[in-house]
C-alpha cells in the first residue's frame, strides 16, 4: 500500500513545469543588446570625444556625451576615448548580473542562469559610464 497522497504528484508535477519555464527568464525577457551613455570627463568638465567601445562581441564608435547599442557578454566592455589636445585614455567597465538573471537563479537555479549566460542575456554593462581621464589636471 502507497503512503503517498495522489496530490502529490500533480503538485511535483507543477512546480517541475514552473521551474522549468522560469530556467532562462533573463534569455526569455530581456534582450542581448542594451544602451550604454558614455560621457567623457576632463578636470570635472564634459568634453567631446570620439570613443570606441568594444568587446569578446563587436565594436562600436561614438562621440560625447553619446549612446552605444553593445552586445552584452561576460567579457569587459574596454572604452577608448580621444579629444582634442588630450591625450587618449582606456578603461575597463565589467559587466553584472541583471536582474531578470538574479531571479532565475533564485527559481531557475544555476542551470538557467547558466543558459541566461550562454545567451548573452543575463549581464549587463553599467547604461551610464562617465570616464574621467586622470592626465587632465
Known amino acids: 500500500m502507497?503512503?503517498?497522497?495522489?496530490?502529490?504528484?500533480?503538485?511535483?508535477?507543477?512546480?517541475?513545469?514552473?521551474t522549468a519555464l522560469l530556467s532562462g527568464c533573463a534569455s526569455l525577457l530581456e534582450e542581448?543588446?542594451?544602451e550604454v551613455?558614455?560621457?567623457?570627463?576632463?578636470?570635472?568638465?564634459?568634453l567631446v570625444a570620439t570613443c570606441?567601445?568594444?568587446?569578446d562581441k563587436g565594436r562600436w564608435r561614438l562621440s560625447t556625451?553619446?549612446?552605444?547599442?553593445?552586445?552584452?557578454?561576460?567579457?569587459?566592455?574596454?572604452i577608448s576615448c580621444k579629444a582634442p589636445f588630450?591625450?587618449?585614455?582606456?578603461?575597463?567597465?565589467?559587466?553584472?548580473?541583471?536582474?531578470?538573471?538574479?531571479?532565475n537563479l533564485l527559481f531557475?537555479?544555476?542551470?538557467?542562469?547558466?543558459?541566461d549566460v550562454?545567451?548573452?542575456s543575463g549581464m549587463k554593462y553599467p547604461e551610464n559610464i562617465d570616464i574621467s581621464n586622470p592626465n587632465c589636471k
Open 86 to 103: 588630450i591625450p587618449s585614455f582606456t578603461v575597463s567597465v565589467m559587466p553584472m548580473p541583471s536582474m531578470g538573471m538574479l531571479g
Open 108 to 115: 531557475g537555479g544555476v542551470v538557467g542562469a547558466a543558459v
Open 118 to 120: 550562454y545567451n548573452n
Open 65 to 78: 556625451p553619446g549612446k552605444a547599442s553593445v552586445i552584452n557578454d561576460t567579457s569587459q566592455l574596454e
Open 37 to 46: 551613455n558614455v560621457r567623457f570627463m576632463c578636470a570635472e568638465k564634459h
Open 32 to 34: 542581448d543588446t542594451q
Open 2 to 18: 502507497s503512503t503517498h497522497s495522489p496530490l502529490k504528484r500533480p503538485l511535483v508535477a507543477v512546480v517541475l513545469a514552473v
Open 52 to 55: 570606441d567601445l568594444k568587446n
